[in-house]
Structures are given as structure tokens and as C-alpha cells.
């Protein structure tokens, strides 16, 4: 069975850091691109980042650009994303994606549960 | 960026009925259209990609349609299982989602 479990959530002050992990498991992730996709409470979706199954390509939306950083380790099947200068509208539900299609980021499916990041002083 | 519209932002039908949302983009993504439905403290889920594709997995009663800037989605006859949030997103640039629609039963 496909599975994504975040985990790095929790309460942090403006202009901290912070980096989410994503496990893999249940297929061979090496061989996927992943994403980061987030939700403000009680909001919709936003895109945030984007990396390709090598790592060699790195997208980021631009309300995140400069400040995250998208990583993964194939040889653990994890993926992270390090959040510094964090914001107040940084507040959100922090979920992976897999990506389903090839060369950028297409379709998201599945996801992992998510965790949720809270930026207040 | 590509903006996302959705109409209507909520709707509440009876079950049987015929639901329809439609999703309009700001420019032509040609069918790089997507439909999630996400469902109350739960993480979205990938119901049709490239506008009319169906997932695996997803029963027949949904569908999708659209090219270029118009899209509509569509669930053939609402089950109370179906009471969730459905989102468009376009991957012709990088990605964005629609508004959301909020499906409920009358």
C-alpha cells in the first residue's frame, strides 16, 4: 500500500524555522517526483514546491520562494522541506503529494495525512 | 499565474440529482485540468486528471469535461458518501487551484 506520513508540525514564532520529513513507503520513491502542498485553516489549496525523483529540478511557488527549501533522500525514501523566516501566513496544514505524471508538477495522488505548522508568537 | 474560478462556491443537492461545477482558468491550459474531492478533516483526493481521465479506484458517476479555458465537472447521481469539497487545479504553468466547491445534501 502507497503510504506518505508527514511529521515536523507544530508552533513556531515569527521568522523561525522549521523542516517537515515525509516517509515513504510502499513504492519505489526514487522513481517519483514529489510535492508540497499546503492548506490554511478553513482555506483552499495552495501548490508550494516541487522536486523532480533525482532532485536535479526545484520549483517553488512564489509566496515560499527564497525562504523554503525542498530536498529529498532516496536512499531513506524521504522528503523535506525546510521552512525559515516563517511568517504568520505560513500557517497552515503542510501536505505531500506524490506527483503522477513526469517532467514537472502535474497531478498529486496520493497524499500523506498532513501536519500542521502554526506561526505565532 | 494562472487564475483558477469555480462556480458555484457551494451548492446543496438532493440525492439522485445531477451536480455540475464548473472551473474556469485565466488563460488556455489546454487539458492540463485536475479534480480533487476533499472531505471534512481528511486530505484531498485525486479524482480525474487531464480533465477526463478517471482515477483508478473512482466510481463512474464522476466525470469530467473542458478544454482550453472552460471545464466542467460532474457527478452523475449524488450519493451521500459524495458530501466533500471538489477543487480544480491546472498544471499548464505551475500549479493552482480553484476556490473550492462546498457539495451538500439538501
Known amino acids: 500500500e502507497v503510504q506518505l506520513v508527514e511529521s515536523g508540525g507544530g508552533l513556531v514564532q515569527p521568522g523561525g524555522s522549521l523542516r517537515l520529513s515525509c516517509a515513504a513507503s510502499?513504492?519505489?520513491?526514487?522513481?517519483?517526483?514529489m510535492n508540497w502542498v499546503r492548506q490554511a485553516p478553513g482555506k483552499g489549496l495552495e501548490w508550494v514546491s516541487y522536486?523532480?525523483?533525482?532532485?536535479?529540478?526545484?520549483y517553488y511557488a512564489d509566496s515560499v520562494k527564497g525562504r523554503f527549501t525542498i530536498s529529498r533522500d532516496n536512499a531513506k525514501n524521504s522528503l523535506y522541506l525546510q521552512m525559515n523566516s516563517l511568517r504568520a501566513e505560513d500557517t497552515a496544514v503542510y501536505y505531500c503529494?506524490?506527483?503522477?505524471?513526469?517532467?514537472?508538477?502535474?497531478?498529486?495522488?496520493?497524499w500523506g495525512q498532513g501536519t500542521l505548522v502554526t506561526v505565532s508568537s | 499565474d494562472i487564475q483558477m474560478t469555480q462556480s458555484p462556491s457551494s451548492l446543496s443537492a438532493s440525492v439522485g440529482d445531477r451536480v455540475t461545477i464548473t472551473c474556469q482558468a485565466s488563460?488556455?491550459?489546454?487539458?492540463?485540468l485536475n479534480w480533487y474531492q476533499q472531505k471534512p478533516g481528511k486530505a484531498p483526493k485525486l479524482l480525474i486528471y487531464?480533465?477526463?481521465n478517471l482515477e483508478t479506484g473512482v466510481p463512474s458517476r464522476f466525470s469530467g469535461s473542458g478544454s482550453g479555458t472552460d471545464f466542467t465537472f460532474t457527478i452523475s447521481s449524488l450519493q451521500p458518501e459524495d458530501i466533500a469539497t471538489y477543487y480544480c487545479?491546472?498544471?499548464?504553468?505551475?500549479?493552482?487551484f480553484g476556490p473550492g466547491t462546498k457539495v451538500d445534501i439538501k
Open positions: 503529494a506524490r506527483d503522477g505524471g513526469v517532467g514537472a508538477a502535474n497531478w498529486f495522488d496520493p
Open positions: 487545479q491546472q498544471y499548464d504553468n505551475l500549479p493552482t
Open positions: 488563460q488556455d491550459i489546454s487539458n492540463y
Open positions: 510502499g513504492f519505489t520513491f526514487s522513481s517519483y517526483e
Open positions: 522536486i523532480s525523483s533525482s532532485g536535479s529540478t526545484i
Open positions: 487531464d480533465a477526463s
